[in-house]
């Protein structure tokens, strides 16, 4: 599987590509939204591992942005988010509604 894993912290970044990687996905990283777009523009993800929240915006916007462009490749979240608020807008049922 192709992946690409967008995470701002380069510790977090790391351990994230590395585990993906040792199980044999092919891992494209990306530190930032706007790197994370240009790989997007350019190749096919079977899955986006995407961080919530980024320092020039949030990986629940993108995937909105994305999903209006048809990119229709399934995400998951990675987030230090703990309020149940939090939990409820990255919920299926609550994503369904961009897709």
Known sequence: MRLLVLEDQ??????AAGCLRS???????????????SFVR???YDV???DRLLP????????RQW???????????????ARVEDRIVGSPTTLATIW
């Open 67 to 81: 999903r209006e462009r048809c990119v229709l490749t399934p995400a998951l979240f990675l987030t230090a988010c």
């Open 56 to 63: 020039n915006g949030d990986g629940m916007t993108l995937l």
């Open 10 to 15: 380069a510790d977090l970044h790391r351990a």
């Open 42 to 44: 350019s190749c096919v």
């Open 48 to 50: 986006f591992v995407l």
């Open 23 to 37: 199980s044999g996905h092919a891992v494209d990283g990306a530190p930032d939204r706007d790197t994370a777009e």
